[in-house]
């Protein structure tokens, strides 16, 4: 037989109130039902905890060496489940979430932000990488949440991806400068002679417009290569070239200038990935609502649409 929490509990106020019949009443139980819970716990220690003398109750020497150890234990016990209530309640707690770059600089910002006010004592955590990187980092359990671009062969079957947007690949070029096309749309064919500002090798846009531009008939030029997403806007800024990007991130982007493909154009899912067997933290549960809920509201950019 082990010793019970409840047992302890039960002990306890009858320390407290020296007397059985007032410790079952502050507890709500009858007073047969805390005697039996007494005798049991003697039974299991191996030794009487009181002695009864006129209906009052005084410890033996079992009872006082018990005393220090049945309160630590209880005090124990209600601070685990106040640790616990309060993660539960999103009191505290933390998420770690992935996102591509392209996601962290547009839509990644507005989600945390609304996050952050609904949910102040949550620590996030943000990492910052390629699909690849993210999908590794999920299946090391470094992150709890991952908004990767959904690869055309599916993830690792144990990673549950689902897709949450699907978002429009534009032309980025230099406000002041001319335009790429003189029509309102680009053929992709259109930039065999532009210079391209080109992401660095293992990239997944690098790799993206490369086929694009193999399936078009030609080999891109390149301006200069080698950047993650910030230093590829920068260089399209500075009029180096122009970029293949999602229309997402030249948002709040004045300098540049977004031309759309002529159809079918470029496309990309993003899809929202964690463990499959996994049960998410509470923290992450409520990231993840809010990011669906946020989508939903269709306050997304142009050529941005929820899935």
């Known amino acids: ?81 106040d640790a616990v209530q309060e993660i539960v309640g999103l009191r505290r707690g933390r998420v770690r979430v992935g996102a591509t770059p392209s996601l962290c600089s547009s839509l990644v910002p507005t989600v945390l932000r609304r996050f952050r006010t609904e949910h102040p004592d949550i620590a996030l955590h943000v990492n910052e990488g390629s699909s690849q990187d993210l999908i590794a980092d999920l299946l090391a359990r470094d992150l709890d949440l991952a908004l990767i671009v959904q690869p055309e062969h599916g993830v690792d079957p144990s990673l549950h991806a689902a897709p ?63 950047g993650e997403m910030d230093a590829v806007l920068a260089f399209v800024e500075a009029g180096l070239g122009v970029a293949l990007v999602p229309s997402m991130v030249l948002v709040n982007r004045p300098l540049l200038r977004a031309t759309p493909l002529a159809p079918p154009g470029m496309r990309r899912t993003i899809a929202l990935a964690h463990r499959r067997r996994a049960v998410l933290p509470h923290a992450a549960e409520a990231l993840r609502a809010t990011l669906l809920d946020h989508i939903a509201t269709g306050e997304l950019p142009f050529g941005v649409q929820p899935l």
């Open 164 to 226: 949450v947007l699907r978002e429009s690949l534009v032309v980025a070029s230099v406000a002041s400068g001319p335009p790429p096309t003189a029509a309102p749309e680009l053929a992709l064919i259109e930039l065999r002679d532009t210079p391209l500002v080109m992401f660095r090798p293992g990239y997944d846009l690098r790799d993206v417009t490369l086929e694009a531009c193999r399936r078009a008939g030609f080999a891109p030029r390149f301006a200069v290569e080698g």
């Open 1 to 81: 037989m082990e010793v019970q929490l409840q047992q302890l509990r039960y002990f306890l106020s009858v320390v407290e109130t020296r007397h059985f019949t007032q410790a079952a009443d502050a507890l709500g139980v009858s007073q047969p039902t805390l005697s039996k819970q007494i005798h049991t716990l003697e039974q299991t220690l191996g030794a009487p905890l009181f002695e009864r003398a006129r209906g009052a109750v005084a410890l033996t020497a079992a009872g006082e060496t018990l005393l220090p150890l049945a309160r630590r234990m209880v005090a124990d016990a209600d601070a685990a489940r």
